[in-house]
């Protein structure tokens, strides 16, 4: 026989399809923060994203992942890593969106715009925004070198990819990364041991020479990179390129790249610097406000980045369950799934709703409530929204039973998913640094009194949220102490996502958030919505058609 059985009731494949105009919860959103949005960019990238050229791009740059070449074949140190023609074309598409150092150069809502598309890039490939992450969160760093911004910012802003290593007088476009912890500290940056000595002065300042190594060095390829080392005045932040500016190598030696249980796309590498030459930005002594800067837009990608995932998570189990028949009806019919993926919009668009609050927040710098919530909710969104990411990843991947699970030369996407997941509560401070950096920032300034504002237009709304609103402000004078960071994380996470979906999202989401997360008529696990939720209006939202 030539065959022993037809293939059918297998979902196809989600592909050739809106991102942008399928994901109503970030529609909203933007029309809530920013009316006057452009859409345009949002638009076309939410439609190339789809397309099945671009999904063979990410699967491609995952199963053929980047490879260190330390030497060329004549036996000379060259440190470089190799990526497949698909990352690069990734990286083109994401630099060409404006996704990395694009913002800083103005424009109404640039960050909520960079934030919007930024999701919906992670939708589709998450590791390769590492670089395109970094990049965004360095470039105001800069300023505490002014002739380095000067040569540099216009490059960063750039929407042209190079991935050439090159003086950069020479480049169209360049990236940059960032090498902060060591073998000894991970967090505690405080340990680092590495050295930097004065090695004189010239047109970009104050010159040193960085003698150390990174533990966890991400995308070595890029251009430049901002690193921590001790100066004679403590610990402190260079400017590093990987090309000097009379076009030699700089002495950066890969030793490794790190074999990650995912983000396999991206390079990860440990490196020693050799009496490498670097430059100081912003005062000898002062690196870790410095980093705090930049930290504080890497851990706004995080939340981002995870709302993504789960965006993207949520559309395959949606698609494949209104194909899928089991027991007589398709899966999307039976009671308990409709629960189980009511569930799972939920928590998707109420992560959507706090990252873009908080990506809202960044466009107002000159706003004091808006800089006051910045510093809130970025600890806030990064802990509460990737904490939640690995469950969500393991309940969606379920939906599709053994078929989630298989990665079938990379083509297995929800499992691609699955892996990724851990790296954004991992990166840029795990739960308890943004558990500890949150009762800082209730340390400094009025934020009881902030917090009540954010949360007054929603008063009203639902008895469980006024309950709550009214008894966060007392908790937040008494500032909880340090054994109690997070369960007072979970409690201002999710007031302010009920406030927010209150306002920009349906009634059938606002009430069954309010009811499950905040009212607690919900159990231990998803899919336990009460019964009075409606189900076919959530249902309807979330679907990705």
Known sequence: MDATHEVFNQSTPLVDYDLFGTHRAMRDALAFHAPGLQLAPLQALGRELGTAAMQTHARLANVHGPELMTHDRWGRRIDEVEFHPSYHALMAAAVGAGLHGTPWGGGP???LQRAAGFMLFTELEPSILCPVSMTYAVAPALRGNAAIQADWSPKLQSRWYDPALRCIADKPGATMGMGMTEKQGGSDVRANTTQACRDGRDAWGERYAVTGHKWFFSAPMCDAFLVLAQAP??????????????GSRNAIRIQ????????????SSEVEFHAASAWLVGEEGRGVPQILEMGSMTRL????????????????ALHHAGQRRAFGKRLVEQPLMRNVLADLALESEAATALALRLAHAVDRATDAHAQLMARLLTPLAKFWICKRGSAFGQEAMECLGGNGYVEEGGQGVMARIYREMPVNSIWEGAGNIM??????????????AALAAELAPARGAHAALDRLAAALPQRVERLADELQARRLAEELALAVQAALLVRHAPPA????????RIG??????????????????????????
């Open 256 to 267: 490794r790249l790190k074999d990650k249980l995912g983000n396999k796309a991206n390079a």
């Open 301 to 316: 990608d995080c939340a981002l980045g995870t709302a993504g995932l789960m965006r993207q998570a949520l559309a395959l």
């Open 109 to 111: 809502h640039a960050h």
């Open 509 to 516: 989401v606002a009430d069954a958030f309010c009811a499950s």
């Open 520 to 545: 607690g008529d919900w159990g231990r696990s998803f899919g336990s919505l009460p019964a009075g939720c409606d189900f076919d209006a959530i249902l309807a939202r979330a679907a990705p058609h």
């Open 233 to 246: 005045s403590g610990l402190s932040c260079f400017f590093l390129p990987r090309v000097l500016p009379d």
């Open 435 to 448: 558990a500890l950096d949150l009762l800082r920032v209730l340390r400094k300034g009025d934020v009881a």
